[in-house]
Every structure is written in structure tokens, then in C-alpha cells.
């Protein structure tokens, strides 16, 4: 079998020395040798991810890439951005990509593309689909028949718009990854075959990968070239004879070298030094190593599509919707240090090279403080109700993102704690209107005592659970959102289980603002979760940082455009407001905010603030 596998490779390997079509090229592994149109070639690549830019941007980022001194720009798909909602595929998100793969060429990348079916990159559930989750008992990346099926519809299509942008067809892309860090998950090798085999017949034909962790690099296939992901804190040598360990020949190459780090909710913003950067490059250019900076520019996780992780200890870590990642490339788009340090380091080590002159950053402005004027309390607009026994996950009542309100009667004389099963992830607990308790899923909190003293007629309990990431990485995918389990009164040894649940479900979309609600104009705060819309005029459209020191938790919309998510105890203290989104003229902006702010103000700023922990 094994040299069946290397035929494969082999046979895979020459038909990029034929190609196909107008302006067709090769590109092909030969030795230790990666070979573009018969020449031996080093790939430089920077990673960037065309939904984490605005549209308005894409050709500026990847000139600042170029400019840097690479020659190639990795993407990732996200597929559960192209296929919200079970078999309603969405064009435009494929047609964005092909754009993108153009421009790239335009500007003088090849680029590698990585589908999936799963990504990682600190995105909602790794970029599977949410909707996977309503089958219950689903096996998410395994030969489970229903995700086989799912995920070959979804690779036919990936193939249908970008397979033509193929080099052997005179495009850009050059390589294509099969699926992603496998070995954090599995050991089913087959399961990659089978994702391989999808992807030619969706008709790619140049070489295949498959990329890990170099310490889990055991399970490699031998049909598919492989490649190594690793940082500046480990020793390269090391890690790159872990990758030769499993593939005795082929041209070396880092799939993931990472100059910064992602940032979580309550954790100070991640920082790489660059002198530690630098000393890797120098020792791939040392030797020949091809690599790519993940992430070159990370940019932003607009919509509510950031993830999280859940580490081994039972801790939740939602991540920021600033994707800041300490690039070289700063979330704004803007050269930082460490790029002029790269940049300078590969002009010295390239000299034959021409390095185009960096882009001017993007200009950016500050907005005077306006107030937010009107207000829509969320028990105020709620849904039309779902009845239940026991209240359910977010995905069972077929909602993806947003928060559910639970509601029920709690009886006479009620008292002692409401203990939940599981709450994914915040929520804001409420009796007869009035906030008692929060609990947040990071810190494992699910007990809300009951009020002492409290008149003892029925009460009306409402639970509002924020969904936020869902887990992105390890076997911890399967992350239902909402109130996951029963809940019962507790009052000394005896448990009551509360049911009669009426469940108001409240989708917030990733690209418009939520509609159907009724503002009035604001007297006093509420005392409970609610919406805020207010005005800002801009005589022109410059990027800016909205300044969200005032407010508490909760997603921010600009003209419709969802920014994100914002919450107080940081690092991120500012969300980036990109000029293509600002109108001249008036501009609505409406939060949504589970707790109170001291102020309903807000501000532009002409700078981020990115590292501001205050838990």
C-alpha cells in the first residue's frame, strides 16, 4: 500500500508538468525541490483571510504582503460562511474568493488555499457549519455518512468557482491543503484520503498537503505532501527533523510559522518579539526552507464569527473579535516594526529581488463623543415564544448566532439557588424584570442564589444566554450554544426541576443589523439588558477606533455592518471602524449591551487600544 501511495504522490506530482489552458503553467515537487515551471523556487508566503478585510482593502493588503518580500498569499475558505444554512450556498463569498485569488495575481502572488472542511484559525467552530450540530450524535471530521455527504457538496462547490483559478489553468493557486492539524483531532488517515479524493474530483489537480503541530506529524499519508507548524520558542532544526522523520524527501516546508498570537477575552494581547522572528527566518533562508507567516495580517473577525478555545482544564476561552495577532501587518492594515524588520532583513538577504515600495497605510480620523438617544430593552422585544418542558440549545430551536431569552414561572414561596446544567456561554439572569446574577461559562459558573426576602407570590424567571465562539480547535467541536441541560431549584437537599419554559429565540446576523425593533427615546438606563442607537457625522470616510471604555458587553453594528464583539474586561478596548462602512453624512450605530454602560456614549479614536486587561 505504501508504494501504491507514493505512485499516487508521483503521478499527482507530474501532471503539473503538462498543464492545461491559455497561459498555463507548472508548478511540481521534485527531490527536495519545489519546481515553478521547471525552476527551483522557495516559497515566502503570508497568510491573510479575505472575510477578516474589508472588500475595499483586499488589493492594499496584499501589496503591504509583496512589498514585505513574499511571493505567495495563503487563504483560508470558511465554510460555514459560504453555506450559512444548509444547502443555501452563498455565491457571493465564493465569487470573493476567486476576486481575491485574481488580485493576488495581479499583484504578482501565487497563492495556497486551504477549504477545509476544517480551518482552525480561531473562527467559529474551526469554520464548520453551526447547522451540523442539529444532527444529534453527528461525528464531525470522520467518516460519518451525514458529514461525508455535507462536506462533498460543499467541495464540489469550492471546486466549481476556484478549480479554474488553478496554475496548471493560468492561475495563481498553486497548492491546496487537505483539510487541517488532523492530528489534534484523529488518527484516521482514510478520512483524509477521502477529503483528498473529494477535492480532485471537484477538479483540483495540483499538489495536495496536509499540515500539523510537528509533534503530531505521525499519522501523515503518503500520497499527500506534508508540511510542519511551529513558532519562535521552538528550536527549528528540532521540529524540521520531526517533519523528515515522517517524509524522508520532499522540499521543507512551514505551513504555519507564527510571528505574533491571538488574543482572548481577559488575557493580555499576545506579543512576539521580532528579533525571535527574525532568528527563524535567517535560518529557513539558511536553508532553503519555504514558509508562511501565520497570520501576516490578521485583520478583524467582523459579524460575531470569532471562536474560542477549551483547554484540557475545563476552561472556556472565547477570542476577540480584533484579530490584531501582532502581525506584521497591523489589524488596520498598517507596517508595524516588525514588518520593516522583515522587510529589511529579506532585502538584504535577497538583493536580486525587487521589492515594491510600501502602500501608504490607510489615513484615519477621530469622531467627536455622541450619545446613543434611544433605547429597545430586550424583554421588551422579544419573539414570538417557543414552548418547552426543559429548556434546550440554541441549535435544537434552529438558531445560529445571537442570544435565546428562557423564561419560566417560578412557584410561590420559591427560594435557595436556580442550578443549570451547562450555560454556553454568558448569561444575565432576571427576576420579574430585574438583573440578580450573572454567569460567565469562562469561569464555570452555573448556581444563581435566589434573592432573600423576596415577596412570595409567583416569580418570572428569564435567563438570557449569549452565544459566543464556539470551540475552533481539539476535540471540542461539538459546541452547542444556549442553556445546555436542565435546571432545577435547589433549596437545601431537595431538587426541583423547572419546566414550562418558553423559549424567545433572538438570531443576530453576521451582516445586518437586528430589524423589528422598538426604540424610544432614552429617559434614564435601563436596569437590563438592551439595544442603543444613536447618530455620528462624518464629513469624510477615515478609518477610525470606536471607544467602548463606557459600555459593557455586548456587539456593536455601524450602518448595518456588524464590527463585532465588545466587552469591558478586555484586552480589546476599541473595535475597528473601517472608512468603506462610514457614509458622509449621518451614520447609525446601534449597540447591544447584556450589562449597563456608564455612559451611553461612544467616540472614534485615531488609534487602537489593544492591550487593556481590566478582569
Known amino acids: 500500500m505504501r508504494i501504491v501511495h507514493y505512485l ?20 511540481s515537487i521534485q527531490g527536495d525541490t519545489f519546481l515553478l515551471d521547471g525552476d527551483s523556487v522557495v516559497l515566502r508566503s503570508g497568510e491573510i483571510h479575505f472575510d477578516r478585510i474589508p472588500k475595499a482593502y483586499w488589493r492594499h493588503r496584499l501589496q503591504m504582503l509583496r512589498a514585505m518580500g513574499l511571493n505567495t498569499v495563503c487563504t483560508y475558505l470558511f465554510w460555514n460562511k459560504a453555506e450559512p444554512e444548509q444547502d443555501r450556498f452563498d455565491q457571493r463569498n465564493f465569487d470573493d474568493m476567486a476576486e481575491f485569488c485574481r488580485l493576488a495575481q495581479e499583484e504578482g502572488l501565487w497563492v495556497i488555499l ?28 470522520s467518516q460519518d455518512p451525514y458529514f461525508l455527504e455535507r462536506t462533498r457538496k460543499y467541495l464540489n462547490k469550492v471546486g466549481e468557482t476556484l478549480a479554474p483559478l488553478q496554475i496548471t489553468q493560468g492561475g495563481p493557486i498553486l497548492m491546496v491543503q487537505v483539510e487541517n492539524e488532523y492530528g489534534h483531532w484523529g488518527t484516521d488517515t482514510t478520512y483524509l484520503g477521502i477529503i483528498r479524493d473529494y477535492l480532485v474530483e471537484s477538479g483540483f489537480d495540483v499538489p495536495m498537503f496536509q499540515c500539523d503541530y510537528f509533534a503530531r506529524l505521525v499519522d501523515r499519508r503518503e500520497d499527500l505532501f506534508c508540511a510542519a507548524n511551529f513558532g519562535t520558542h521552538e528550536d527549528p532544526r528540532v521540529a524540521l527533523d520531526s517533519l523528515r522523520s515522517v517524509m524522508p524527501q520532499g522540499p521543507l516546508f512551514v505551513a504555519e510559522f507564527y510571528p505574533g498570537w491571538l488574543d482572548h477575552w481577559g488575557e493580555r494581547h499576545g506579543r512576539v518579539a521580532t ?118 440549545n ?47 461559562r469562562r469561569k464555570n459558573e452555573t448556581v444563581c442564589e435566589l434573592p432573600a426576602g423576596r415577596m412570595h407570590g409567583e416569580a418570572e424567571l428569564s435567563v438570557i444566554v449569549e452565544a459566543m465562539g464556539r470551540v475552533n480547535s481539539d476535540v471540542y467541536l461539538g459546541d452547542r450554544k444556549g442553556l445546555v441541560g436542565p435546571v432545577v431549584l435547589q433549596n437545601g437537599t431537595k431538587r426541583t426541576p423547572l419546566e414550562k419554559w418558553r423559549i424567545h429565540t433572538a438570531p443576530l446576523q453576521n451582516d445586518q443589523a437586528p430589524a423589528g425593533l422598538e426604540f424610544s427615546p432614552m429617559t434614564v438606563l435601563p436596569d437590563q439588558p438592551a439595544y442603543y ?83
Not at 508562511?292 to 473577525?301: A, D, K, P, R
Not at 446613543?372 to 418547552?388: G, K, M, Y
Not at 455601524?558 to 473595535?575: A, D
Open 8 to 27: 499516487l504522490f508521483a503521478l499527482l506530482a507530474c501532471v503539473q508538468l503538462i498543464g492545461c489552458g491559455s497561459g498555463a503553467r507548472t508548478f
Open 114 to 141: 486551504r477549504p477545509g472542511p476544517y480551518v482552525c484559525a480561531e473562527w467559529d467552530m474551526g469554520g464548520l457549519p453551526w447547522w451540523l450540530l442539529r444532527k444529534e450524535g453527528i461525528g464531525l471530521r
Open 275 to 392: 528579533d525571535a522572528v527574525i532568528r527563524q527566518l535567517d535560518y529557513f533562508e539558511n536553508h532553503r526552507v519555504s514558509y508562511n507567516f501565520y497570520m501576516v495580517h490578521g485583520g478583524t473577525s467582523f459579524g460575531l464569527w470569532s471562536g474560542a478555545n477549551f483547554n484540557v482544564g475545563g476552561h472556556y476561552d472565547p477570542q476577540t473579535s480584533s484579530y490584531d495577532y501582532d502581525a506584521p501587518i497591523s489589524e488596520a492594515g498598517w507596517a508595524t516594526p516588525k514588518y520593516e524588520a522583515i522587510r529589511t532583513f529579506l532585502q538584504q538577504r535577497l538583493p536580486e529581488e525587487t521589492f515594491p515600495a510600501v502602500p501608504e497605510r490607510p489615513q484615519t480620523m477621530a469622531v467627536a463623543e455622541f450619545t446613543l438617544e434611544e433605547t429597545a430593552p430586550v424583554l421588551e422585544n422579544l419573539s414570538r415564544p417557543v414552548l418547552d418542558d426543559t429548556p434546550r
Open 394 to 440: 440554541m441549535e435544537h430551536y434552529g438558531q445560529g448566532f445571537g442570544y435565546v431569552v428562557y423564561s419560566t414561572t417560578l412557584p410561590r414561596d420559591a427560594s435557595g439557588s436556580i442550578v443549570f446544567e451547562g450555560v454556553h456561554d454568558f448569561a444575565v439572569v432576571l427576576l420579574d424584570g430585574k438583573v440578580i446574577r450573572t454567569l460567565d
Open 533 to 615: 442607537r444613536g447618530w455620528f457625522e462624518a464629513d469624510e470616510a477615515k478609518d477610525t477606533f470606536l471607544d467602548m471604555q463606557n459600555w459593557g458587553k455586548g456587539v456593536v453594528w455601524v450602518n448595518g455592518h456588524c464590527l463585532g464583539r465588545f466587552w469591558n474586561i478586555g484586552p480589546t478596548q476599541t473595535m475597528y471602524l473601517p472608512a468603506p462602512w462610514i457614509v458622509p453624512g449621518r451614520n447609525e450605530v446601534v449597540v447591544l449591551d447584556l450589562l449597563t454602560p456608564s455612559n451611553p456614549a461612544l467616540q472614534g479614536l485615531e488609534n487602537p487600544i489593544l492591550d487593556d486587561c481590566r478582569e
